[in-house]
């Protein structure tokens, strides 16, 4: 992936998951919080074929 949209695709992130917890409350906060790290993750599997978070470090 191209690092010139990590801080679009962050600062999108970070408006959706304010926005629920605006109107959703915690639970919605938390369900989208996980729910949008396991997407991360399969999207990374897909992308790679493994899973290497070590690269990030």
Do not use: H, K, Y
Not at 14 to 35: D, R, S, T
């Amino acid at each position: 992936m191209n690092n010139q949209w990590m801080p679009v695709i962050g600062m999108a992130v970070g408006i959706v998951l304010g926005l629920v917890a605006a109107f959703g409350g915690l639970f919605a906060f938390l369900l989208v919080l996980v729910l949008g790290a396991v997407g991360f993750l399969v999207g990374r599997i897909a992308e790679t074929g493994q899973l290497d978070l070590s690269r990030r470090r």
